[in-house]
């Protein structure tokens, strides 16, 4: 298993940063590598509502909440994919610090194929996969403080 951990301080309160994170069918305003996301299953928001995420510049993935805790937890499952995971968790946590939220994300994850998943993580996943939380969190930070879109949709 791989262990990727993120944070990033973000001048708003928990509360705001949580709303971006928390609608669900609007993570392609925030997060450049995603094309569009929809939300597939009856319930929009709480543990087990369900998105897919379509993915730039293919792919895609669904993953469903597995914590909602407002302005506190957030964490998600992914349950299918195109990518070559067996199994993905990521969360969330917001906590008030220096008048803004310290946001902190923390991943695991195991690849498929076995050894060949293994030296592709060693080699490139985990390298590509850290840029794209740390772009991920870059977009987050101007979402919630400007009120602009990722810069390639700009």
């Known amino acids: 298993m791989t262990v990727l951990e993120n944070s990033i301080r973000i001048s708003a309160p928990p509360e705001k940063v949580w709303a971006a994170l928390a609608a669900l069918d609007e ?13 597939i299953s009856t319930a929009r ?5 369900a998105r897919q995420c379509d993915l730039k510049p293919g792919g895609w993935f669904k993953e469903k909440v ?4 407002p302005g506190q937890a957030l964490a998600f499952e992914l349950f299918d994919c195109t990518l070559p995971v067996r199994r993905l ?6 906590t008030a610090a220096d008048g803004g939220t310290l946001v902190t994300q923390h991943m695991e994850y195991v690849l498929k194929l076995g050894v060949l998943g293994k030296v592709m993580d060693a080699m490139m ?13 870059a977009s987050l930070k101007q979402h919630v403080e400007t009120g602009g879109s990722p810069s390639s949709e700009a």
């Open 66 to 69: 597995a914590e909602w805790k």
């Open 125 to 137: 996943v985990r390298k590509k996969w850290d840029a794209g939380i740390k772009s991920f969190f």
């Open 89 to 94: 968790r990521h969360s969330y946590t917001f």
């Open 45 to 49: 928001e709480g543990v087990g509502a």
């Open 27 to 39: 993570l392609h305003h925030i997060d450049p590598g995603v094309k569009k996301a929809v939300i």
